[in-house]
T-cell receptor
Framework: GAGVSQSPSNKVTEKGKDVELRCDPISGHTALYWYRQSLGQGLEFLIYFQGNSAPDKSGLPSDRFSAERTGGSVSTLTIQRTQQEDSAVYLC???????????????FGPGTRLTVL | DAKTTQPPSMDCAEGRAANLPCNHSTISGNEYVYWYRQIHSQGPQYIIHGLKNNETNEMASLIITEDRKSSTLILPHATLRDTAVYYCIVRVRGSQGNLIFGKGTKLSVKP
């Protein structure tokens, strides 16, 4: 079946502009995650949605970052007033969440490469 | 979740078995061992997971020692496309939320 999809695949923006990144999770997955990976660095957790519960925003680096998940499916990550240090690959993952039982495997999308000039 | 230790890099000849070790000496009885890999410029890919028994799927085998303090991911016949960073992650059974990725092992498969 279809995996996690993300759009756009690449985004170049100017410092100070706002950007929106989109994630389409695997159908039926109730949990959705956003991570980012700066050049040569490991994966950094940003935010986690589980069903209709309040999201875990503990990984968001500043209040310029926000995310929504509409209808329990598609998610949008918004970065306001982008800075050069926001340049990274933004990865989305989904999983069965609370329906998974003992183990909950996350499946990742291909990522969006954001470059802030 | 327990901490894991992996070698930073390994080489393997194409067609040979790649054996990637992971130490997780503080693992507790209700924690699973997961393996993911990340091929250059792609998102991480789930490979396999296990609790205490050895596991095998179409991608790899996972061997967990009897004391569960270490494990080995085996790619039986490595190809050039297996060149990637491999992450070993320990996770409590039934836990939700984000995965914590370490630095992983950079596996280079050479012709």
């Amino acid at each position: 079946g279809a995996g996690v999809s993300q759009s756009p695949s690449n985004k170049v923006t100017e410092k100070g502009k706002d950007v929106e990144l989109r994630c389409d999770p695997i159908s039926g997955h109730t949990a959705l995650y956003w991570y980012r990976q700066s050049l040569g660095q490991g994966l950094e957790f940003l935010i986690y949605f589980q069903g209709n519960s309040a999201p875990d925003k503990s990984g968001l680096p500043s209040d310029r970052f926000s995310a929504e998940r509409t209808g329990g499916s598609v998610s949008t990550l918004t970065i306001q007033r982008t800075q050069q240090e926001d340049s990274a690959v933004y990865l989305c993952a989904s999983s069965r969440g609370l329906l998974a039982g003992y183990t909950d495997t996350q499946y990742f999308g291909p990522g969006t490469r954001l470059t802030v000039l | 979740d327990a901490k894991t230790t992996q070698p930073p890099s390994m080489d393997c000849a194409e067609g040979r078995a790649a054996n990637l070790p992971c130490n997780h000496s503080t693992i507790s009885g209700n924690e699973y061992v997961y393996w993911y890999r990340q091929i250059h410029s792609q998102g991480p890919q789930y490979i396999i997971h296990g609790l205490k028994n050895n596991e095998t799927n179409e991608m790899a085998s996972l061997i967990i020692t009897e004391d569960r303090k270490s494990s080995t991911l085996i790619l039986p016949h490595a190809t050039l496309r297996d060149t990637a960073v491999y992450y070993c992650i320990v996770r409590v059974r039934g836990s939700q939320g984000n995965l914590i990725f370490g630095k992983g092992t950079k596996l280079s498969v050479k012709p």
